[in-house]
């Protein structure tokens, strides 16, 4: 077993912090406590998912425990708020902030605030330019996982999105709802200008040109602009 370093003992101190960190020199008062916290170090994960389907590892028993809660749908943590329910201590205190309005997490570049660190960490990418996921087929790389795994459908053509009344099928979940409101009638989307009222949030921001008189498009062979792409590619007609 691995001999644990421990610092001089004060046992009129309150707070002892007898064992030591090699890596780090962080204290702790408990022998068990550091073990745990070496493996932040060492990358060790002791504890395995027993789930068939499953081959993930955790550092600590209660990392495993949390985790275990994903395939049971076990959600003993309740909000005193709503009727919402979680798995683990942190995601009901994540979900708090949407009651509360807390955003602890500050991006240093634009001074934009989160309550969540991970979207935090995704957001400066936006600021850094970094894309840590890279697609295998075809090399293209994203800043998002989720970006990747959209990506990735248009090789495996992949649509598990479904709508129920036409069984017409989707990549996205996000254009499924789009499309779910060709059957309902819904225009969510409210121009704040003339009240013109638009099922996609796309189909907005194209109007909003009308007010704002932008046209991105412009033609290679004579210079006039137009306020979508749609026109632009009629115009062109005009040159061939």
């Known amino acids: 077993m691995t001999t644990l370093p421990i610092l001089s003992k004060m046992p009129n101190e309150m707070h002892e912090r007898l064992y030591q960190c090699p890596d780090c020199k962080r204290g702790f008062a408990h022998s068990g406590t550091l073990r745990t916290h070496i493996r932040t170090h060492?990358?060790?994960r002791p504890y395995n998912c027993q789930h068939p389907d499953c081959d993930r590892s955790f550092s600590t028993v209660s990392s495993l425990a949390a985790h275990n809660r994903w395939h049971t749908g076990e959600k003993p943590h309740q909000c005193t708020e709503c009727a919402g329910r979680f798995g683990t201590r942190g995601e009901l205190a994540i979900h708090t902030r949407t009651?509360?309005?807390e955003k602890p997490y500050r991006c240093e570049y634009c001074k934009k605030q989160f309550a969540r660190l991970w979207t935090l960490?995704?957001?400066i990418r936006s600021h850094?330019?970094?894309k840590p996921y890279r697609c295998e087929?075809?090399?293209m790389r994203f800043s998002r996982r989720d970006s990747l795994n959209v990506h990735t459908r248009t090789h495996t053509r992949e649509k598990p999105y479904t709508c129920e009344e036409c069984r017409k099928a989707?990549?996205?979940l996000a254009v499924l709802k789009d499309h779910i409101r060709t059957h309902t009638g819904e225009k969510p989307y409210m121009c704040e200008e003339c009240s013109t009222a638009f099922k996609t949030r796309a189909?907005?921001?194209i109007h909003r040109r009308v007010h704002t008189g932008e046209?991105?498009?412009m033609c290679g062979e004579c210079g006039m602009r137009y306020s979508t792409k749609r026109a632009l590619l009629k115009h062109l007609e005009s040159h061939t």
Do not use: D, I, R, V
Request: charged letters at 20%; proline letters at 4%.
């Open 170 to 172: 989707f990549a996205q």
């Open 203 to 205: 189909s907005l921001f």
């Open 137 to 139: 087929e075809c090399n």
């Open 121 to 123: 960490k995704t957001h």
């Open 128 to 130: 850094t330019g970094e």
């Open 42 to 44: 060492t990358g060790e």
């Open 99 to 101: 009651h509360t309005g």
């Open 215 to 217: 046209k991105p498009y």
